[in-house]
Each structure stands twice: as structure tokens, then as C-alpha cells.
């Protein structure tokens, strides 16, 4: 049985996070589009790679992009799932992550400043339940919406998205390069210097650009608005996470020092189930013939124009 990496909860830069599940070593998300994708792999952003897979057939979900960006898999009603998370970096990240809204270890509704994952340098693992303890999750399962986790806590605003707020490490203060000493300057026959000591030059570094939070506060907000636009979707066919069987799955604690209060980047993945990702264009139906809206749609015709039916 594989380790996972998590980390506990910072309120702010500095805090400290130290529950840590640890990793196996090696190595984001759309919106309705009016025209079907081609579906991609995984997601991927400069620190995190995500990969979903449906854990009773082994498929990985392809990835499909709307066409405002939005990214999305199609999820089994009934199947388990799990989510793989690489870390890109040669240093070590913390993941938070939340499922429809909910933090996956504390079952907290979803804040930046929860508990995550902590994923070392270039190593990867797979979380596939809700966190029950230091040796259990629950499934993580595709279901109806009445019967997810959220619905049944009373948070069901914010079914078919997968969170990820991707965290730096902070880095030891360098210690300070002491100055040299001081040499008094030659002295004239009057008494006087030779000449005036140079003021001491402003060493004092620029501060440290840091990344612009703006752009994941922005991201942050996207997935509950986005959600409740498409509540008037088909609901027939729209699928939660479940609470599903008790499965073990061992962690242990680590200390993590997050470098900003904001997170680096915030990645948020949809899900939906086939035949709903299909009504919103962005998954090509059975029927379609084309991806892409063809020029001349219609087979050639030879003569002229016909007469009309007949009365």
C-alpha cells in the first residue's frame, strides 16, 4: 500500500503545517463549450500535473476543455475514483484539495488555509477518499447528486468540481555577510583625515518580487459562481461524490512552512457524467460526424432546382 503526503493547517505565511502523507517517488480545469474538444491526458500547470483515474475499469479519464477554458472528465455513476497528483518541482509543494467544495482530510468547507498535502520533490501519489483517519479514507465515488457527501452535510452548491490550491515552501533565511572592519584614514600633519570616509553604501536588497495572488484569488471565486450558473442544467444525469467504503490508506506528519498566505496557483477540474457533458457540446456525441463546423455541410447535387411536392 502506497503513502500518501498531507499537510495540517496554516492560517497564514509562516504557520505551520504538519500532517504529511508521504508520496510514491517520481514524477488542472472548463466550463459549457458550443463546439466538442479534443480530450487530453491529464492536467498540467508549471508545479502540478493531475491525473483522474475511474479505479474499477484502471481508464484514465481523458481531459476535455470548454471553450471558455474550462477543463472536464466524464465520471461513471457507481465507479470509484482517484486523483493523482505529481509534483513538477524539484522541491517539495503543498496540495490542498477539496472536492465539491469540501476539504478532502478535515471535511471542512474548502478554505486555502486548511490541511494538504505535502508532495516532496518530483514525486507523485494518488488520493482516492475522504480522509478518515491516518490509516483509512473513505471512496471517493461517482453518484447521484442527493447521495453525495455534500448534499448529505448540506453543501450540495458546489457538485462537479475538484479543487487544487498548489503551495511553495518557504526557504531558511540566508544568514547576513558580516561587514568588514572599519580602517581609520591616514592622518595629515594638521591633524586633519586625508580624506573623509565614503558613507556606507545601501546594501539593502530589493524586496523579493513575490507571485501576484490576484490572478488565484480570481480562480478561487470561479468554481462556486460557475457552479450555481449551471445548476439549470439537466439534473437527471449530473453526478456528486459519494462517501463510499472504508479503505486503508496510511499517513504520516511532516512540518511545512507555506512561503505566502495565497497560493501559488489554483487549478479547478469539472466533472460530469458523459451524457451531460454531451447536451453541453462539450463532449462529441455518438451522432457527430465532425468535431468542427463543416463549409459545405451538404452532399453535392447534380441538375437544377426540383419541383416542388406535389398538393
Excluded at 465520471?75 to 522541491?91: C, K
Aim: aromatic residues 6%; hydrophobic residues 35%.
Amino acid at each position: 500500500m502506497s503513502h500518501h503526503p498531507v499537510a495540517a493547517p496554516p492560517s497564514r505565511a509562516g504557520s505551520l503545517n504538519r500532517r504529511l502523507l508521504l508520496g510514491l517517488p517520481a514524477a488542472g480545469l472548463l466550463g459549457a463549450c458550443a463546439m466538442p474538444a479534443w480530450p487530453r491526458p491529464q492536467v498540467s500547470t508549471g508545479s502540478l500535473r493531475v491525473d483522474v483515474q475511474d479505479r474499477d475499469s484502471g481508464e484514465t479519464l481523458p481531459v476535455y476543455t470548454g471553450g471558455d477554458g474550462q477543463m472536464y472528465v466524464a465520471g461513471r455513476p457507481g465507479a470509484r475514483y482517484g486523483v493523482t497528483l505529481h509534483n513538477l518541482r524539484s522541491e517539495r509543494i503543498l496540495v490542498v484539495m477539496s472536492v465539491d467544495g469540501i476539504n478532502v482530510l478535515n471535511g471542512k468547507t474548502a478554505g486555502w488555509d486548511q490541511d494538504g498535502y505535502v508532495l516532496g520533490a518530483r514525486a507523485s501519489d494518488q488520493i482516492a477518499g475522504w480522509r478518515k483517519s491516518d490509516r483509512e479514507v473513505a471512496a471517493f465515488e461517482f453518484t447521484a447528486p442527493g447521495d453525495s457527501y455534500a448534499s448529505r452535510t448540506g453543501r450540495p452548491l458546489d457538485l462537479g468540481v475538484i479543487g487544487f490550491a498548489v503551495f511553495s515552501e518557504r526557504r531558511p533565511e540566508p544568514r547576513p555577510v558580516p561587514r568588514p572592519p572599519m580602517i581609520p584614514a591616514p592622518m595629515q600633519k594638521d591633524g586633519s583625515a586625508a580624506s573623509e570616509a565614503a558613507p556606507a553604501a545601501k546594501a539593502e536588497a530589493p524586496a523579493a518580487s513575490q507571485p501576484s495572488g490576484a490572478g488565484a484569488a480570481n480562480d478561487a471565486a470561479a468554481p462556486s459562481s460557475l457552479a450555481r450558473r449551471e445548476r439549470s442544467a439537466i439534473e437527471e444525469q449530473k453526478l456528486g461524490t459519494g462517501h463510499g467504503q472504508r479503505e486503508e490508506s496510511i499517513v504520516t506528519h511532516t512540518r511545512f512552512v507555506r512561503a505566502r498566505s495565497t497560493p501559488d496557483e489554483v487549478i479547478a477540474l469539472r466533472y460530469d457524467s458523459r451524457a451531460n457533458l454531451i447536451r453541453m457540446g462539450i463532449i462529441p456525441g455518438p451522432d457527430d460526424r465532425y468535431a468542427r463546423p463543416r463549409p459545405f455541410p451538404q452532399a453535392p447535387q447534380v441538375g437544377y432546382v426540383p419541383d416542388p411536392p406535389m398538393r
